[in-house]
């Protein structure tokens, strides 16, 4: 599979955030997500920010934690800035998950937003450890992802209910099945390791790092 990511580019970063609220039943997974963050967190890494959705609603569930946002878009790192600059309970990092995160310390619960499955599954993986290894015991790793679908024709099921004509489908996805993701997971070491919603291509990948 070509190595190809856009979100480098202003262009394709901007006509993401022109859509990414119409997502459909994307609020469906994001309330599964909050569902399966303990009360107890108080430190938690975002991979993949965004425009800072997620780490936003997680901080307006749990107003007591702290966060750090992870991107290397500037479109979206701008977009960051603009939206947390002021909180002084959120940390905006630049760094591309293409390489090894850096020393961020120790979480609660890292997540993560439609944005691992712009990475090769090799890197996929990786990160996957490196994600094991930063969590707290008992931390949790949740990922609400756009996975592959079982055949062509449901890609084509997926890609229709979003409105996007096969021609314009975005050579920066490398999708991967949940059941081969979840399988990774439990050989990393992660326990209660399952899928708690999916809708199609988009899945809520759950994982808990042993006590």
Same mark, same amino acid.
């Given at each position: 599979?070509?190595? +190809?990511?856009?979100?480098?580019?202003?262009?394709?970063? #901007?006509?993401?955030?022109?859509?990414?609220?119409?997502?459909?039943?994307?609020?469906?997974?994001?309330?599964?997500?909050?569902?399966?963050?303990?009360?107890?967190?108080?430190?938690?890494?975002?991979?993949? /920010?965004? #425009?800072?959705?997620?780490?936003?609603?997680?901080?307006?569930?749990?107003?007591?934690?702290?966060?750090?946002? $992870?991107?290397?878009? =500037?479109?979206?790192?701008?977009?960051?800035?603009?939206?947390?600059?002021?909180?002084?309970?959120?940390?905006? +990092?630049?760094?591309?998950?293409?390489?090894?995160?850096?020393?961020?310390?120790?979480? =609660?619960?890292?997540?993560? /937003?439609?944005?691992?499955?712009?990475? $090769?599954?090799?890197?996929?993986?990786?990160?996957?450890? !490196?994600?094991?290894?930063?969590?707290?015991?008992?931390?949790?790793? *949740?990922? *609400?992802?756009?996975?592959? /679908?079982?055949?062509?024709?449901?890609?084509?099921?997926?890609?229709?209910?979003?409105? +996007?004509?096969?021609?314009?489908?975005?050579? /920066?996805?490398?999708?991967?099945?949940? !059941?081969?993701? *979840?399988?990774?997971?439990?050989?990393?070491?992660?326990? !209660? $390791?399952?899928?708690?919603?999916?809708?199609? !291509?988009?899945?809520?990948?759950?994982? $808990?790092?042993?006590?």
């Amino acid at each position: 599979m070509d190595d +190809v990511n856009l979100w480098t580019e202003a262009a394709h970063a #901007e006509r993401y955030l022109q859509i990414a609220y119409r997502i459909p039943r994307r609020e469906e997974g994001e309330a599964s997500l909050l569902e399966c963050v303990p009360t107890r967190t108080r430190r938690i890494l975002d991979l993949g /920010s965004g #425009e800072g959705r997620l780490i936003g609603l997680l901080l307006d569930h749990l107003p007591e934690a702290t966060g750090i946002a $992870v991107d290397f878009s =500037d479109t979206m790192l701008d977009r960051l800035h603009a939206r947390f600059g002021n909180d002084p309970r959120v940390t905006v +990092v630049r760094h591309d998950l293409d390489a090894p995160l850096p020393d961020l310390g120790a979480f =609660d619960a890292i997540v993560s /937003s439609f944005a691992i499955h712009h990475l $090769v599954d090799d890197r996929k993986r990786a990160l996957y450890r !490196e994600i094991h290894d930063r969590l707290l015991p008992g931390g949790v790793f *949740l990922n *609400l992802e756009h996975v592959a /679908s079982a055949t062509p024709a449901l890609h084509q099921w997926f890609l229709g209910a979003l409105g +996007v004509a096969p021609e314009d489908d975005d050579p /920066s996805n490398k999708l991967t099945p949940v !059941e081969t993701q *979840l399988q990774w997971l439990r050989a990393i070491g992660f326990v !209660e $390791v399952d899928c708690h919603w999916k809708w199609r !291509e988009l899945a809520l990948l759950a994982a $808990v790092k042993a006590p």
